[in-house]
């Protein structure tokens, strides 16, 4: 292992613009960290409280912004240590920053090709993932890098595409790794469908081959009937297409049972993740198939309870919360809706006036006792959503640009915002309440 140099100091440099500093913590408000991109418990929950609810209409106030190269990967959040990726004249870097002051502790970069697929363009899509004192990256053409956390000194790094042969996929990587215990879960493609690595070395401890090739979607976590196992939703760029849900043991690899659920069609792809409800699972695509509850048994054996064919989502991870779930339905994402997760009843659909703005492929998370969404095309709203229905909040307009894809990032009360057009840069918001 190579030696571990002291940890820089944060200094600010020419991609930097600080705006001011932001209000205080509320007294007694909860924060928490937001170490990968589905959260801190993989479900898009947040524990902070005290956020500033009546957004007001001229926007929020920025705290700092970077300007950044392409990719969609949202930053991750751990403590006083901020990671991002993105492509930037034909490398990839990676850069930790102070998450208050945008100032930079370290920059790892490496070369790296780019491609293009269906007239759109490869960039970083797998966000990076904080364990403790280090932070692994997986970029677009398989350079899995882990890293000291505070230092930014490589601990160590593979190429999946090098080491188990290239995946199938329409613009590069994008599933995020999964951190499991001692282990580093990696949706690989190739000669192996998963594999698990010890995280401290880079070791292949274990391999699971089947013929579904790697997604989009990120490795989850769950208990099912009171055994560990890993959730991979997979489907690659492979024709007839095939894919779908694996249930994995991590102790060994072994597949429990391998759910079939991938949209009919070539052009398609599997990039939600894995929803785990109690023993079941919730998968959506797109294109042809929707939305599907997987019950899976006690012997690890997988059945359809319900599916729904206007539960498709192209990217955006569903919300389970209070025994129903919530999410952005249709291939450009214009309809928010509710299903009862017991029975797979659609409680309601709503298309969200929000004002000079398409809702389009919009995130949510469920945060300070409300459901958190952007927009598209940058629009931020506090939604108020159940069984019942939804209603706006407040709302307000960040910026004006198109692909303001992604989960936005939120630890200790500021707001973290890719943007991704018309001067791409990553942008810090006061989010605290008064």
């Not at 951190?179 to 493609?189: A, E, F, T």
Request: glycine share 12%.
């Amino acid at each position: 292992m190579p030696l571990v140099l002291a940890a820089p100091e944060a200094v600010t440099f020419d991609r930097l613009t600080y705006h001011g500093p932001p209000k205080a913590l509320p007294a007694g408000a909860a924060t928490e960290d937001w170490p990968r991109f589905l959260g801190p418990r993989h479900d898009l929950h947040s524990k902070e409280t005290k956020l500033l609810k009546a957004l007001p209409k001229g926007g929020l106030e920025a705290v700092w912004e970077v300007k950044r190269g392409t990719g969609h990967a949202p930053p991750v959040v751990a403590g006083e240590y901020l990671v991002m990726i993105h492509a930037l004249q034909g490398r990839e870097v990676i850069e930790c920053l102070h998450p208050e002051t945008g100032k930079r502790y370290w920059k790892f970069d490496y070369a790296v090709r780019m491609g293009s697929s269906f007239g759109v363009n490869d960039a970083p899509r797998s966000g990076p993932v904080i364990d403790g004192d280090l932070v692994f990256v997986v970029g677009v053409r398989g350079d899995l890098h882990c890293l000291n956390l505070k230092s930014g000194d490589l601990v160590w790094k593979k190429n999946l595409e090098k080491d188990h042969g290239p995946a199938p996929l329409f613009f590069g990587r994008g599933s995020c790794p999964l951190v499991h215990g001692d282990q580093l879960i990696v949706n690989v493609g190739g000669k192996i469908c998963v594999g698990g690595f010890d995280k401290r070395t880079g070791k292949l401890l274990w391999s699971t081959k089947h013929n579904w090739h790697a997604s989009y979607a990120s490795p989850v976590p769950a208990t099912l009937h009171g055994k560990e196992r890993i959730l991979v939703f997979t489907g690659g760029m492979v024709d007839p297409p095939t894919g779908g849900l694996l249930s994995i043991d991590p102790g060994n690899g072994r597949v429990d049972d391998a759910f079939s659920w991938r949209a009919r069609m070539f052009a398609s792809v599997n990039a939600a993740s894995p929803v785990p409800v109690g023993n079941a699972v919730f998968v959506t695509e797109s294109y042809t198939e929707g939305g599907a509850l997987v019950d899976f048994a006690a012997d690890g054996k997988a059945s359809l309870r319900w599916k729904a064919e206007r539960f498709g989502s192209q990217f955006t991870t569903p919300v389970a919360h209070e025994g129903y779930l919530y999410g952005v339905a249709g291939t450009g994402g214009t309809e928010i809706v509710c299903y009862e997760i017991k029975s797979g009843r659609e409680m309601w659909r709503d298309g969200i006036d929000i004002r000079d703005a398409r809702l389009g492929r919009a995130s949510l998370l469920h945060v300070d006792g409300a459901f958190l969404c952007l927009g598209a095309q940058g629009t931020l709203l506090w939604l108020n959503l159940s069984p019942k229905g939804a209603t706006i909040s407040s709302q307000t307009q960040l910026f004006r640009a198109p692909e303001t894809w992604g989960v936005p990032t939120v630890s200790r009360g500021l707001l973290y915002v890719n943007k991704n057009a018309f001067g791409p840069r990553l942008v810090c918001y006061d989010l605290r309440g008064k």
